[in-house]
């Protein structure tokens, strides 16, 4: 069981990961792997399960899948990792060898501006 909603861990093809992220594209998965083999995590990617969309009246329902565009899940097997810890942590790095920052993990940069504060960084504030 998770301890908040930021640190979720869960089986992911029979191999216990700490969640990274849910419901995300095919190219987030491709950016965020990067990252995470870079920084020498083990990632584990599955399709993610029963898509929850809410329809006009509020209610939630499941949708179709032919209709929706695949979204994964993707963990790490480090059980201990934790997205929020690691990237205000200064503990990820890019293959330029530059710090990760909020921004850049958003994909609201293109490139991780290290040497500003992200509590100065306007960019990823919303």
């Not at 216990?16 to 594209?25: D, G, L």
């Not at 792997?33 to 009246?57: E, F, R």
Request: net charge negative.
């Amino acid at each position: 069981m998770a301890i908040n909603k930021n640190h979720e861990f869960e089986d992911l093809d029979g191999i216990k990961c700490a969640i990274v992220e849910r419901n995300i594209s095919a190219e987030r998965v491709q950016f965020l792997k990067s990252i995470l083999i870079h920084n020498g995590y083990t990632v584990v990617i599955v399709p993610a399960t029963n898509s929850v969309a809410k329809n006009t009246d509020g209610e939630a329902t499941v949708t179709d899948e032919a209709t929706q565009p695949q979204l994964f899940t993707l963990g790490v097997t480090d059980v201990t990792f934790n997205a929020i810890n690691a990237i205000f942590g200064r503990a990820l790095k890019t293959e330029e060898r530059k710090i990760v920052t909020l921004a850049y993990w958003q994909q609201k940069d293109t490139t991780a501006h290290d040497d500003i504060p992200y509590f100065s960084d306007n960019s990823c504030m919303n």
